[in-house]
């Protein structure tokens, strides 16, 4: 095997670990949107404000401190402890479920039977709101997350690939959080496929999705599902949020990672969840085989955009996204 | 009327019992339409109860009030002696009523085994954590579950179906589906939106068949909505009539055939 080729394959690799990334992402916005018929625009801002959340608890940072220092006129700013990871992550899923029981008490509750622009509306403002939220809360400054997760290059993988190529060829270059993090998303994913389709609520959830009336007729709380949904959608924003703000820090753009998931909606379709994760594979090994190919080419940067373009092509050609089924209008 | 406070034997031999449901003098109101104008009537225990009446009359306004899709604007609905309190759709569901929709109401992308499954998720104990936690009884749950919606698909002769995805069946047979899917949940009230409406002649025997049946074997109570006056004449026990959003009339089935208000509003009388 040439080198160049060995090259590509480890870019195709590490292609790969992000697209399952952006597959987690998208699949908080196909769960809401199933459910309920919402797009998310918060979902981003969900992740960010778990990533916070987390570290801040696992810091043991006083929430709203500059409030209540401005107010008091105290100087608190930290409880004194350090949570390990686990505990802390458990407590923010907490959070994450509180969170989504007062966006359906203060917000959805109310929006029943709206339109699908109003509710889009809402979540612009959720959004908005949780971000503000979240500086308030746990201030604005950059913060870094360690709840443990494995760093650097694994040496066991450029070992054990090294023999692969020629003397130029090191082995492998992949990123440990990156298996993890790839690991963590397939087993959620595969969880959350098997909860859907066996479980009681994962019936309750499909038959909410299918048709709101019919599910109420049968026994079946719409709040309670919603409430379900949210909370479920703030589990994945959460490990997304460990999983990218491990990498490079709870900040602002963390929110933006629902950037990378809206190529990935565009591919596999708002409904479908093996949709989102096939959609991100191709999106993750696409836009990285890209730039290894053609960047050079064109100076480089295509990964801002060729997502964008690809989903483009592809909602072109399948308006209904990977698997959905074309539909033919009744006339 | 003849006399029926503790309750009755019908002329085919069907034990009637006493009251299950009592409307007392529900009105509902959309803005400046009034659907429901001060109506009192009773559901008696085993019986078939049938609501008739002209377009727009207010028959299904009057389901979803029982069924809690409405809230009534007046008045109080006694379910099993008691006043029941304001109740969520879901709620009423719980209580053992079970519906059908005039405009069909079915999980389109499940399979007709599914959505009778869905049917009888009020019965289903395991919650969420057993699930997780305890793989090996939600499974043993899932199976009996699984058996008894099966006896229902063969006693409404629908096992050609059983995999297809609703949203594919003609309309005879998703209305089918969506009686199938009320019956598991072997509910104490089974409220029908029109069950027989768009059929063919058939499929309608079918149906007034297995309406029959559901009452006359599990001595399941039905409301039901019915066009056909051939229909609500053979299968109901006593028949509400609807006019306007008023009642016009309530007795058996020859009692109402005789009323001149009903026979009127049938042939479309001018009002005032
Ligand atoms: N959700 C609603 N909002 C506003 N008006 C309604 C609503 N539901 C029913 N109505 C009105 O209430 C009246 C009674 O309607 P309803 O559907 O109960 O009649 P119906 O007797 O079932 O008629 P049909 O035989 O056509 O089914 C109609 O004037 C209808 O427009
Ligand atoms: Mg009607």
């Given at each position: 095997m040439t080198d160049q080729f060995l090259y590509a394959v480890e870019v195709m690799i590490n292609g790969l670990m992000a697209g399952v990334l952006y597959a987690l992402v998208a699949l908080g916005f196909v769960l809401i949107f199933k459910a309920?018929?919402?797009?998310?625009?918060a979902q981003g801002v969900m992740a960010l404000f778990a990533a916070l959340t987390l570290v801040g608890l696992q810091q043991g940072q006083v929430p709203f401190a500059h409030l209540i220092n401005a107010i008091f006129g105290t100087e608190v700013h930290h409880f004194g402890w350090h949570l390990p990871g686990l505990v802390a992550i458990i407590l923010t899923i907490g959070v994450m479920v509180l969170l989504a029981i007062i966006i359906e008490k203060v917000i959805l509750k109310h929006l029943v039977n709206q339109e699908p622009i109003i509710l889009f509306m809402a979540t612009i403002g959720l959004a908005y709101f949780l971000e503000g939220f979240g500086d308030v809360m746990w201030g604005s400054d950059i913060k870094t997350l360690d709840v443990g997760l494995p760093q650097g290059a694994s040496f066991w993988v450029e070992e054990k690939t090294a023999?692969?190529?020629?003397?130029?060829f090191y082995g492998f270059f992949i990123d440990k959080l990156d298996m993890v993090a790839a690991l963590v998303a397939a087993i959620l994913v595969i969880s959350l496929t098997i909860f859907s389709q066996y479980s009681k609520q994962g019936r309750a959830l499909r038959a909410v999705a299918d048709d709101h009336q019919a599910a109420l007729s049968v026994g079946i709380s719409l709040r309670f599902i919603w409430v379900l949904v949210w909370s479920i959608a703030g589990f994945v924003a959460l490990v997304a949020g460990i999983m990218w703000g491990a990498k490079s820090?709870?900040?602002?753009?963390?929110?933006?990672i629902a950037l990378k998931a809206l190529p990935v909606l565009m591919l596999?379709?708002?409904?479908s969840i093996p949709g989102a994760i096939v959609g991100g594979l191709i999106i993750g090994v696409g836009e990285k085989l890209f730039e290894f190919t053609i960047g050079p080419m064109i100076g480089g940067a295509t990964e801002n955009w060729f997502a964008y373009v690809l989903a483009l092509l592809f909602l072109v050609f399948r308006p209904q996204g990977l698997f959905g089924e074309k539909i033919i209008e009744r006339v | 009327m003849k006399d029926i406070a503790e309750g009755y034997v019908t002329a085919d031999g069907r034990k009637i019992g006493g009251t299950l449901m009592e409307m007392k003098n529900i009105t509902l109101r959309f803005g400046g339409v009034?659907?429901?104008?001060d109506i009192s009537f009773d559901i008696r225990e085993g019986e078939i109860r049938a609501i008739i009446g002209p377009n727009g009359a207010g028959k299904s306004s009057m389901l979803n009030v029982i069924s809690g899709f409405y809230v009534p604007t007046e008045g109080e609905v006694w379910f099993r002696g008691e006043p029941r309190p304001q109740m969520r759709p879901y709620q009423v569901a719980r209580q053992g009523i079970a519906r059908t929709f005039q405009n069909i109401a079915l999980?389109?992308?499940?399979?007709t085994l599914d959505n009778i499954m869905t049917g009888r998720m009020t019965l289903m104990e395991s919650n969420m954590a057993q699930q997780a936690f305890w793989w090996g009884r939600a499974q043993k749950e899932e199976s009996e579950h699984r058996e008894k919606v099966e006896k229902i698909i063969d006693f409404l002769e629908i096992q050609a179906i059983r995999?297809?995805?609703?949203?594919?069946?003609?309309y005879g047979l998703q209305k089918r589906v969506e009686l199938g899917r009320a019956l598991a949940a072997e509910p104490k009230l089974l409220l029908l939106d029109?069950?027989?409406?768009?059929?063919?002649v058939e499929e309608k025997e079918d149906m007034s068949r297995f309406i029959l049946d559901v009452n006359d074997e599990f001595g399941t109570t039905i409301a039901l909505i019915e066009h056909d006056m051939g229909v609500v004449m053979d299968l109901s026990d006593r028949v509400v009539v609807m006019d306007y959003g008023k009642k016009i009339g309530d007795g058996t089935p020859d009692e109402v055939r005789n009323n001149q208000d009903v026979i009127d509003a049938y042939l479309g009388v001018s009002h005032d």
């Open positions: 309920s018929g919402i797009f998310n625009y023999i692969l190529g020629t003397d130029n820090g709870v900040q602002f753009s963390l929110s933006l596999g379709g708002f409904t | 009034v659907a429901i104008k999980f389109k992308g499940m399979s995999k297809t995805p609703v949203g594919r069946l003609p029109e069950p027989m409406a768009g059929m063919n």
